[in-house]
């Protein structure tokens, strides 16, 4: 009995996860601000993504849940808010899930890595 607590610490720390993440890559002449909301972490704030930068918005490591392979980049954002310094306003959906990339890698440390480049046609 004294050797159970160790195997089960031992079991629990192999479980793995997904750390899952989303980057907006400016390649727009703007100077953008984003806010992120979500039910896991709340309402995020990005500001001063210049352009050319490309700025990770979104972050979180969950224990134990593993994505599929129909895993859509904006199913764990509520909205995003993207707005410039210029006053311009955003045109495109920024939730469609067409208009991500997305990179992702299995095993017991899986990722899900998504990126959605912004241009000046994006933009009015």
């Known amino acids: ?3 159970a607590p160790i195997l089960f ?3 629990i720390s192999c479980e793995g996860g997904t750390t899952y993440t989303k980057s ?3 390649d727009s002449s703007e100077t953008l601000n984003v806010t992120t909301f979500s039910y896991y972490l709340g309402q995020q704030g990005f ?3 210049q352009s050319g930068e490309t700025r990770e918005v979104y972050f979180i490591d969950l224990e134990r849940q593993f994505s599929g392979p129909n895993y859509n980049c904006t ?3 509520d909205s995003i808010s993207v707005l410039t310094n210029s006053g311009k306003t955003l045109v495109q959906n920024i939730l469609s899930r067409e208009d991500w990339t ?3 890698m299995g095993g017991r ?3 899900e890595d998504c990126v959605i480049t912004l ?3 994006d933009f009015e």
């Open 47 to 49: 500001d001063g993504i």
């Open 102 to 104: 997305r990179e992702s």
């Open 9 to 11: 610490f031992a079991l």
């Open 24 to 26: 907006i890559q400016n």
């Open 1 to 3: 009995m004294r050797f």
């Open 109 to 111: 440390m899986s990722r």
């Open 119 to 121: 241009t000046d046609s």
């Open 75 to 77: 199913e764990d954002v």
